[in-house]
Structures are given as structure tokens and as C-alpha cells.
């Protein structure tokens, strides 16, 4: 952490502007997200500075946001490839892989969130796919989003080749709805779908 009294950044900005420019691009890639909704980001701000001044700064600027969003989103009159990635892990969901969206915000953090639902679920599921919120932020800017996937398979002997036929039927559910993917068919390669423009509907 930096003292926002007195440092000043190479571009000229002092610590206290690089902290606000940092807080206004967070709230950007959160709204265009489409996972938050204003409660969301103004109980993270709140964590994040107790400047009452720049904290309220942020909330109008946060408010506005999405009052540009949701006029953006009223022009979606057509599925976006967001509506048909729902739409795919809500099969995979079905067929007994869990699919998670925006899981965490870490690696770990998102086969913590799989395994979680995984054991609130009557049947063991087969196994997992998701992305977290580092892959979400990349997403949101155009660069496509990158997937985890596993097998729940206990038996080390079986667990590679368990991965690997989740993951063809995750590309295979996905390209069945229109969504762009590659992968290289290694349990070592998560699976990616190709940049595309990023319309979540909240």
C-alpha cells in the first residue's frame, strides 16, 4: 500500500488520482459485467475507501453507468452470444456438469465455488466447467473468455480422460448454440471462446 498524502506516480498523477482512476475503472468493467447491480458495488466501495467526498463520487458515477447500460441493453433486440452462453451452461447444468459464471475471482476460487454447488446437489455431478472474475474482466474487455473444466472422478486412473470428454461435451453444447471455441483436446489447455463483444444482459 502507498501513502495518498505524498507519492506521486511517473505520469504525474498523485497516489490519491491513481486510486480513483483505478476505483472508476472497476466500477466500468463491474457494470458492463452484468453480475452487479448498484447494492454490489457500493458495499465493495465502501470497503475500499472511507473518503465520504470520493466515496460519493464513485456511487453517481456508478449510478450513471448504468443508467447508460440499460439503455444500451434496451437496444439489444436480438440474442447476444452472453444469452447463448447462458443458455448453454444451463444445459451442461442439466446433462450433470456444473457450469458456473463469474465463480470467485481466482483459479481457486472458482473449483471452491464448483465443488460448493456441486455437494448442495441431490446427484454428484460429472464434473465442472466455469470462468472467474479475472477471466470475466477480460471478457468484458474483448479478449474472449477462457474456461476451467474437470471431472469429478475419484479414481486418479480415469480422472484425464474423464476431463477431457467434459470438456468436448462443454465445446460441442457450446458450439451447438452458436458460441465460437477452441481448444487443443489437452486436460492441461482450458478451453477458450473466441473475443467477442461482450453484452451481459443484468
Request: proline letters at 2%; a negative charge.
Given at each position: 500500500?502507498h501513502?495518498?498524502?505524498s507519492?506521486?506516480?511517473?505520469?504525474?498523477?498523485?497516489?490519491?488520482?491513481s486510486?480513483?482512476?483505478?476505483?472508476?475503472?472497476?466500477?466500468?468493467?463491474?457494470?458492463?459485467?452484468?453480475?452487479?447491480?448498484?447494492?454490489?458495488?457500493?458495499?465493495?466501495?465502501?470497503?475500499?475507501?472511507?473518503?465520504?467526498d470520493?466515496?460519493?463520487?464513485?456511487?453517481?458515477?456508478?449510478?450513471?453507468?448504468?443508467?447508460?447500460?440499460q439503455?444500451?441493453e434496451?437496444?439489444?433486440?436480438?440474442?447476444?452470444?452472453?444469452?447463448?452462453?447462458?443458455?448453454?451452461?444451463?444445459q451442461?447444468?442439466?446433462?450433470?456438469i456444473?457450469?458456473?459464471q463469474?465463480?470467485?475471482?481466482?483459479?481457486?476460487?472458482?473449483?471452491?465455488?464448483?465443488h460448493?454447488?456441486?455437494?448442495?446437489?441431490?446427484?454428484?455431478?460429472?464434473?465442472a466447467?466455469?470462468?472467474?472474475?479475472?477471466?470475466?474482466?477480460?471478457?468484458?474487455?474483448?479478449?474472449?473468455?477462457?474456461?476451467?473444466?474437470?471431472?469429478f472422478?475419484?479414481d486418479?486412473?480415469?480422472?484425464e480422460?474423464?476431463?477431457?470428454?467434459?470438456?468436448r461435451?462443454?465445446?460441442?453444447t457450446?458450439?451447438?448454440?452458436?458460441v465460437?471455441?477452441?481448444?487443443?483436446?489437452?486436460?492441461?489447455?482450458?478451453?477458450?471462446?473466441?473475443?467477442?463483444?461482450?453484452?451481459k444482459?443484468?
Open positions: 500500500m501513502d495518498d498524502s507519492e506521486t506516480g511517473d505520469d504525474g498523477l498523485d497516489a490519491s488520482d486510486e480513483t482512476a483505478f476505483l472508476r475503472e472497476q466500477i466500468e468493467l463491474a457494470v458492463l459485467g452484468g453480475f452487479d447491480d448498484e447494492w454490489d458495488i457500493e458495499d465493495w466501495l465502501a470497503d475500499e475507501t472511507t473518503d465520504e470520493l466515496l460519493n463520487e464513485l456511487k453517481a458515477y456508478a449510478e450513471e453507468l448504468f443508467r447508460q447500460q439503455a444500451r434496451d437496444t439489444w433486440h436480438t440474442p447476444t452470444v452472453n444469452d447463448a452462453i447462458d443458455e448453454a451452461f444451463e451442461l447444468n442439466e446433462r450433470g456444473v457450469a458456473l463469474n465463480a470467485g475471482y481466482t483459479m481457486s476460487d472458482g473449483w471452491s465455488d464448483a460448493e454447488a456441486a455437494s448442495e446437489l441431490p446427484d454428484k455431478p460429472r464434473g466447467v466455469f470462468y472467474h472474475g479475472q477471466d470475466l474482466e477480460s471478457g468484458v474487455q474483448g479478449e474472449g473468455l477462457m474456461l476451467a473444466f474437470g471431472a472422478e475419484d486418479e486412473t480415469k480422472s480422460a474423464a476431463s477431457i470428454s467434459i470438456a461435451e462443454v465445446c460441442d457450446l458450439a451447438a448454440h452458436g465460437q471455441v477452441k481448444w487443443d483436446g489437452s486436460v492441461h489447455t482450458r478451453i477458450e471462446i473466441t473475443p467477442f463483444a461482450w453484452r444482459r443484468r
